[in-house]
């Protein structure tokens, strides 16, 4: 036998791996860490970009650095990512809220009377808690009501008969327009008409608010990879296709046959405690093409990696542009309809840098009540009405969001024009000329994203908790096998926490969980050092109100 042909088997072997994780984001990196702490690491992970991180990054502008994607912690009880934080001493475990005040002004620059924004909010919270109840009670919505914005718009029209002046009822519906607005960027979608009124609840909200880490959320990344040996990484490396079942024969799957649920669905945990993982084994005059046993990955870059599981934790977006070439054979049926149903949305940030403060210190947001109903605009007039407020990060750091097809189409625009169009609408709002034109604005985006194509996930008008089951659900070659082969993990597979970074750290542990089990005892729950007493502490807290 040749050298060359030595040479190319021994490359080959280096691109065999028990497990090949498809991502570096926060899904991909927790799979990894699991792995780890659970004693295997026989894994590689495979990046389209050539950063860690997905939609979790942080850039430098002149004074301040900022977070384009994941911006807060999600609530404290049952947090991972709390926990994670916490345990490393990146926030303070006794979190004192600073003190938020907000002024919601019409596009003449007259400001609402607080005690009138102030209503108007507990109304709104009150309507959207309602909507919430269709699904934890198992309510039947109102005949012809399907949306969350067409139950909400309904109470609120009921709430304003009741006044007797004009003016009084249309400053109020301004307000409910902008909390609708704003609820777009909440549930990552183009309007509130759009999101499923039985589903809504399905979003489970842990207990503690919303949490800012100091120091950035980008600083969890660090705590995510620590662990990792660099080489195990592998970016700038996207994929286009995953072989995953290459025996042929599609049937197995049961994709319409009756035993379909258990081949789909069947529990791991009923197997069999002697079972191992299978050894890996090369004939050196064997062609790759005839690994019939292993996954195969192909990259762009010509590489080919093999695996005896390969968990896929490429966004929901990016699997609504390419499910259909990506996978061979394609996924079930079930699978690209869930795709299909639910939502991915582009939500934006835009950053407005000052040289120096020119609001009220005591100002914190400026809500802006645009009137929207007169005549249709272009969205090239239109897409700023969009926005909903403008949120002070600092005397010198104004921050804007905006979602939807405006978000889209704002994304065409220069950094430049973007500025000068938030500019015109401060000056407006607040009825001032001389409010300064930034320094820098910098704007996200995510649908232009490539390796993103939007922000999070959301049940669209249609679709439910089960498509985000159906996505989360592992792909065996048939019913005969004990473990999966293809398993999907990221915030679009986690029912109850879907959109969030939290949500992608447990689906990318139970992933890898399953891909272990059951060649483990004694799993390793929480994958962060030191964060063993603080759960006991935080699970003894009790919570009055």
């Known amino acids: 036998m040749g050298d060359e042909e030595l040479n190319s088997s021994k490359t080959c072997d280096k691109k065999k791996h028990n497990v090949v994780i498809i991502g570096a984001g926060m899904a991909g990196l927790a799979a990894a860490n699991y792995l780890i702490n659970n004693g295997m690491e026989d894994f590689i992970i495979i990046e389209a970009r050539k950063r860690i991180g997905g939609r979790i990054i942080s850039i430098p502008m002149k004074n301040h650095r900022v977070e384009l994607g994941a911006n807060w912690i999600h609530g404290v009880l049952g947090n991972p990512i709390y926990e994670l934080a916490t345990a490393n001493g990146l926030v303070n475990i006794i979190n004192v809220p600073k003190p938020h005040k907000v002024i919601a002004a019409t596009e003449d620059g007259k400001q609402a009377p607080f005690n009138v924004l102030q209503e108007i909010h507990e109304a709104y919270v009150c309507f959207l808690r309602r909507c919430e109840e269709y699904f934890l009670c198992q309510y039947l919505p109102p005949p012809d009501i399907n949306s969350v914005g067409e139950h909400i718009n309904l109470e609120a029209t009921i709430y304003l008969e009741r006044l007797p002046s004009s003016e009084e009822k249309k400053l109020r519906r301004l307000i409910f327009d902008c909390l609708l607005r704003r609820e777009t960027c909440i549930s990552g979608c183009n309007s509130m008409d759009e999101i499923d009124l039985s589903e809504l609840g399905s979003y489970t909200e842990l207990q503690g608010g919303n949490i800012l880490i100091p120091s950035g959320y980008s600083s969890i990344l660090q705590l995510m990879t620590k662990n ?121 940030k835009i950053f407005l840098e000052y040289d ?123 019913a ?25 750290f447990l689906s990318g542990q139970t992933a890898a969980k399953r891909v272990l089990s059951p060649d483990v005892s004694g799993e390793n729950e929480l994958e962060c050092p030191g964060s063993a007493d603080l759960q006991a502490w935080i699970q003894g807290i009790q919570i009055n109100g």
């Open 228 to 348: 990792i040996p660099s080489e195990k990484i592998i970016s700038n490396c996207p994929v286009k296709k995953i072989n995953w079942n290459s025996n042929g024969n599609s049937d197995d799957l049961g994709e319409e046959s009756e035993d379909s649920d258990q081949t789909v669905i069947e529990d791991v945990s009923k197997a069999s405690n002697n079972d191992k993982i299978p050894k890996l084994h090369v004939n050196v005059e064997e062609k790759p093409k005839k690994r019939s046993n292993y996954v195969e990955v192909q990259c762009d870059n010509g590489e080919n990696y093999y695996a005896n599981h390969v968990i896929c934790t490429i966004p929901l977006g990016v699997l609504k542009d390419h499910a259909a070439t990506l996978f061979d054979p394609q996924l079930p049926q079930y699978k690209n309809e869930s795709i299909e149903r639910l939502l991915f949305t582009p939500v934006d």
């Open 356 to 478: 120096r403060p020119f609001l009220n210190p005591d100002i914190t947001e400026i809500m802006l009540l645009w009137d929207n109903s007169g005549a249709q605009e272009s969205m090239a007039d239109s897409w700023y009405k969009k926005m909903y407020s403008f949120t002070k990060v600092s005397e010198t750091l104004l921050l804007g969001w905006v979602s939807g097809k405006e978000a889209e189409y704002m994304e065409t625009l220069s950094m430049e024009e973007v500025g000068i169009t938030c500019t015109k609408i401060l000056r407006k709002f607040l009825n001032d000329p001389f409010v300064p034109e930034p320094i820098l604005c910098v704007c996200t985006s995510w649908n232009k994203q490539a390796y993103t194509r939007g922000a999070y996930t959301a049940i669209a008008v249609g679709a439910s908790q089960s498509d985000i089951e159906s996505l989360a659900q592992p792909l065996f070659r048939n």
């Open 480 to 504: 005969r096998d004990k473990k999966p082969v293809l398993l999907f993990a990221g915030e679009h597979t986690h029912s109850s926490f879907y959109s969030t970074v939290h949500g992608a």
